[in-house]
């Protein structure tokens, strides 16, 4: 018997990724034809569709109506297509709660919800290659994540920020068609553990001890790429920490992201009380790893989206 699909949404909030994919195979066209009919034929009515799938993948739980999925995903679609509309500009992407620091320890139950979905994104997230890897973790879960943004912290061109990120969800979408049950390693406890690992950097380079954070952490030869594309090594990243304490500039640490060899860190700065616009109001540190350590930090300021 065919499950409807307020059944199939249940499953979903539950954290069957399958369910999910059988939701989208279900609307696809609709949605398909939602794109078209705004956009037309071309990468703008796939991008839109596209993006709905892996929203969709983020924000299942917040459908109220199960049995109006259906609309709801259209009216994503819809929506994407307005803002392709619009023509280019930053574009805020509300940050998922399966990536956001809590700000109490988890009920079980709550421990257990979307548990199987988490896993399953963060699985998937990893079988992508590095470069497509780096551009969806930026478009879905940081502040840079428009375009131009994205290609300013790649350091390449927006055509190849949208072809990476297609090639990305028709990946992500791909296999939520075709989910598997198996069982992922639960990323909970991973990314709580690059949490705490980020805080205690942050911490400890605001106590004037970024060096020893810098000799720990990245390779010897690492390379920073700063705002305005200058490049330089790890000296060039201690003596701009130490220019910012001496500023009186602090930094406080309000997200991670990890998968793979890719982490960011998306931190707060605190400008001096007696010259409040310092410094922009907060950066991203884009740490490529090898074995663990750092082989290329990438600082950029993300531009806030008008309101």
Do not use: K
């Not at 994540?145 to 990946?171: D, K, M, N």
């Amino acid at each position: 018997m065919t499950q409807g699909d307020a059944g199939l949404v249940a499953l979903a909030q539950a954290g069957d990724a399958g369910a999910l994919g059988v939701l989208l195979t279900r609307h696809e066209a609709g949605m398909r034809a939602v794109a078209l009919s705004m956009l037309g034929y071309g990468p703008d009515a796939e991008d839109a569709v596209q993006d709905a799938l892996v929203t969709a993948l983020r924000r299942i739980g917040e459908v109220r109506d199960p049995a109006a999925v259906g609309p709801w995903l259209r009216t994503i679609v819809r929506n994407n297509a307005r803002m392709a509309l619009r023509g280019p500009r930053p574009v805020p992407v509300a940050e998922p709660d399966w990536f956001a620091q809590p700000a109490t320890s988890p009920t079980p139950e709550e421990a257990l919800d979307s548990a199987a979905m988490r896993d399953w994104v963060w699985h998937a997230l990893g079988e992508l290659s590095e470069p497509d890897r780096l551009v969806t973790l930026l478009r879905y879960f940081s502040d840079a994540s428009s375009y131009e943004q994205i290609a300013a912290v790649c350091g390449v061109p927006v055509g190849t920020v949208r072809s990476r990120l297609s090639h990305a969800r028709r990946a992500l979408a791909g296999g939520l068609r075709t989910a598997a049950t198996a069982a992922h390693a639960d990323v909970r406890a991973a990314g709580d553990a690059r949490w705490r690992e980020g805080r205690d950097m942050i911490d400890t380079a605001m106590r004037g001890d970024f060096d020893r954070v810098v000799r720990e952490s990245w390779w010897p030869d690492a390379e920073m790429v700063v705002p305005g594309g200058r490049r330089g090594g790890r000296d060039l990243a201690i003596r701009g920490m130490t220019s910012d304490l001496e500023a009186g500039i602090r930094q406080r640490l309000r997200n991670v992201v990890a998968s793979g060899d890719v982490l960011i860190w998306e931190t707060d700065l605190i400008s001096p009380p007696d010259d409040p616009e310092h410094c922009p109001p907060a950066a991203l540190w884009l740490q490529q790893l090898h074995e663990g350590r750092v082989r290329r930090f990438t600082l950029f300021h993300p531009v806030a989206a008008p309101l």
